[in-house]
């Protein structure tokens, strides 16, 4: 318990109650939806772009602590980055959660923490909704949808 | 079963520590506590009295049934055979050969769906349903309608989680070709009223299914005294074994229905000009069935019947009391389906933590509930959560248990900030 305890109270829960860049981006140049149909949690991400750089991130969702963490903790971690160091710090993310993998020592907005969420398998997929999200938003531009479960 | 006695108290309640110690995995420790596993609804545990039936058919006696002349064959066709009649006591049902074996509720209803209706649907006709079902009893009769270009209508539920016997009247006309109804729903726990909405759709000669995947395990279950048509249930919810289940239909309707699968086991004679079905139940068991599940289901069910039904409801309706009770005087918890009629589980939310995270935090303390839609989404939709935390209850559960989980959902909240 006390691993979880630690997780939720390091930056789950202040997160989950005053989350970053909690708004819809309007106009914005891209935007995608995850969605959890295991769980019904959705998040949607807004991203504007200033041609390949991203100038601000946004999201809105009906989700849990641990995807409205991940997904405030990702618009910090994006702002200023281009598509291509977008891309690779999703992977980087996504190792992170399933295999708790840390690889870089230095990451972004306290995104490290979610590396506790690899021993919790149960709730891998929440993390990772918001950057399922993220790639979707860049690869499709704009109105996708993209499930947990492709 | 030798060991129906001690399981009862003086008094016919039960002896629940006794029962305990039958179910081998209830004695575990889960992050440093001892499990409280109340996810029953979902699925339950296992008592030696199942685990061991399985066991001792693949050790002493398995084979294929229906088709061999030597022993083996022979044991395991009349250890297997004889579980309908297990059944047929369990459902009071009037006769055996109304037993079929399936792998589960959701084929139960597949079945009537593709075998009994669809071949009678017309464009126009209607399937009535209500707003609690399970997505089983949901998306088999839309697949159905929009192969037939049929309807699917839906009773509407209160706040309190129930339906009204006007709104079942209303939405019963002379193009309703079934109703099929859940008994007790898995998201909210209400008892719906199914021998009353059988005399109404009788009263208009429409046939009545019922989803007994939550009922059989928690109550007393007569299918004359319903009155219904169909019944379905799953083995796994009833102490018994995974890909287990039952259909159990009125023999007329069962007769002239057309097979389903086709296969061996199903036939009287083949040739390939034309096949020649068997009667129920074997018409609708092609291929070879899960046959030491069946028979460890045969020994859940004399295991389920020696403690008596009515003991376990009244144990269960104790421990749902004492849920509402505790869990009622949370600060910020709303209990989801407040029916009067109720039973089996409680259904809630917070109003600072989302339910995964209800679960993931209990988890951590041992204690196992189920969080998310319960595959029930429209009922979700209906009080506009995007999930919720259940607790279901097994024969098992104690006071103490609830107290527990009341106990971890008041961790919650301390951890959320209430
Ligand atoms: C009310 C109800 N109907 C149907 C089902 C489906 O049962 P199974 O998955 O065993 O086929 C369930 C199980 O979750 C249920 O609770």
Not at chain 2, 163 to 169: E, K, R, T
């Amino acid at each position: 318990m006390s691993e979880l305890a630690d997780l939720y109270q390091r930056v789950v829960i202040e997160h989950n109650r005053s989350p970053r860049h909690y708004n819809k981006l309007d106009p914005c140049t891209h935007h995608a939806t995850g969605y959890n149909p295991l769980c019904g949690d959705e998040v949607e991400l807004y991203l504007r772009m200033d041609g390949n750089r991203v100038r601000e991130a946004g999201f809105q969702g009906e989700s849990c602590a641990i995807a409205t963490a991940s997904a405030s903790m990702l618009t910090e971690a994006v702002r200023g980055l281009d598509a291509e160091a977008i891309r690779e710090l999703a992977r980087a993310v996504s190792r992170l959660i399933r295999d708790g993998d840390p690889g870089a020592d230095e990451w972004p907005a306290d995104l490290d923490v979610l590396g506790v969420v690899s021993r919790f398998p149960g709730r891998s997929k929440c993390a990772e909704l918001p950057w399922k999200a993220l790639t979707t938003a860049l690869d499709a531009g704009s109105g996708d949808t993209v499930s947990t479960e492709e | 079963m030798s060991s129906a006695e001690p399981l009862q108290a003086a008094g016919g309640s039960l002896d629940v520590q006794a029962i305990r110690s039958q179910f081998p995995v209830l004695d575990q420790q889960v992050n440093g506590h001892p499990l409280v596993y109340l996810d029953n609804g979902a699925t339950a545990q296992k008592p030696e009295a199942v685990i061991e039936a399985e066991a001792r058919c693949y050790r002493e006696y398995y084979a294929n049934i229906h088709r061999g002349v030597h022993s083996l064959s022979q044991r395991s066709t009349a250890e297997f055979e004889a579980v309908r009649g297990k059944v047929q006591r369990l459902l009071n049902a009037p006769e055996e050969k109304e037993i079929i074996f399936t792998r589960g509720t959701t084929e139960g209803i597949n079945l009537v769906a593709y075998s009994f209706l669809r071949p009678q649907l017309q464009a126009g006709d209607e399937i009535l349903i209500t707003a609690m079902e399970h997505h089983s009893n949901i998306v088999p009769w839309q697949i159905i309608c929009e192969q037939t270009s049929a309807k699917l209508v839906v009773v509407p539920i209160s706040d309190a989680g129930e339906i009204s016997l006007d709104d079942v009247a209303e939405r019963i006309g002379p193009r309703t070709k079934l109703v099929s109804v859940v008994h007790l729903s898995n998201a909210l726990g209400t008892i719906n009223p199914v021998k009353q909405i059988v005399d109404l759709a009788h009263a208009r000669n429409v046939p009545v299914l019922v989803d007994g995947a939550q009922s059989a395990p928690h109550m007393p279950v007569d299918v004359q005294a319903l009155g219904c048509d169909f019944f379905v249930f799953s083995g796994h919810k009833l102490y018994g074994p995974t890909g287990t289940g039952v259909l159990w239909g009125r023999y007329e309707l069962l007769k002239a229905m057309p097979p389903w699968h086709g296969g061996g086991d199903m036939i009287r004679t083949v040739t390939f000009e034309k096949t020649d079905f068997a009667d129920p139940p074997a018409r609708f068991e092609a291929g070879t069935p899960n046959i030491a599940g069946v028979i460890a289901l045969g020994a859940a069910i004399d295991w389920f019947l020696a403690l008596d039904p009515r003991a376990v409801a009244a144990h269960e309706a104790d421990l749902l009391a004492h849920a509402t009770a505790r869990l009622g005087a949370i600060p910020g918890l709303r209990l989801i389906g407040t029916a009067e009629q109720r039973a089996g589980l409680v259904s809630f939310v917070m109003d600072d933590a989302h339910p995964h995270d209800i679960g993931t935090i209990l988890d951590g303390y041992g204690i196992a509930v189920r969080a998310g839609h319960h595959c029930a989404q429209p009922v979700m939709q209906r009080y506009g959560v995007p999930a919720t935390a259940r607790a279901s209850f097994g024969v098992y559960n104690t006071r103490d248990e609830i107290d527990r989980l009341a106990e971890g959902i008041l961790k919650v909240r301390d951890l959320f900030g209430g």
